[in-house]
């Protein structure tokens, strides 16, 4: 998977507009799915350099509002995330509602191991799954390039 699953839109003017809000999924993206024990690596840096720049952040999970907030709270993510919820139904084709999601009326980027889950009329970024804890995994480098976080 390459960093964009469905590529940032162009304003008129050609510049690529800067997101205001940020969604990630838990499971896969920021923490292992298997043991669900380790945060990936750069999340943290991540998610409070996004928090500084006053952008939105939201997380939700398949497992619910409830599991994504504990997942957050885990791992003290607490003071850079917005709000939790779940990925609670799908649409009549498959992909999961958004609809709940207060996602503000700037630019929006998913950012997910299952993109294929989402709409594609959603901005998504795609990642490989983190299964395990891997001290070495680089799965968030490129969306931290793109927010001007050195790494």
């Known amino acids: 998977m390459g960093l964009a699953h469905r590529t940032l839109g162009r304003s008129s003017a050609g510049s690529t507009p800067e997101p205001s809000c940020w969604v990630f999924d838990v499971d896969g993206s920021l923490v292992d799915s298997l043991t669900g024990t ?6 943290r840096a991540l998610l409070a350099h996004l928090a500084e720049r006053d952008d939105r952040v939201l997380c939700w999970s398949a497992g619910g509002q409830e599991y994504a907030g504990q997942r957050i709270a885990q791992f003290g993510l607490d003071p850079f995330v917005s709000g939790c919820f779940g990925k609670d139904r799908r649409d009549d084709s ?6 709940h999601l207060p996602l503000g009326a700037g630019t929006t980027v998913f950012v997910d191991d299952h993109p294929e889950d989402l709409s594609p009329c959603l901005t998504v970024i795609a990642l490989e799954p983190y299964l395990a804890d891997d001290p070495h995994d680089r799965g968030l480098k490129d969306i931290a390039r ?3 976080l050195a790494q």
């Open 94 to 99: 498959g992909f999961y509602v958004t609809s």
């Open 146 to 148: 793109l927010v001007g």
């Open 38 to 43: 380790s945060l990936r690596p750069g999340a």
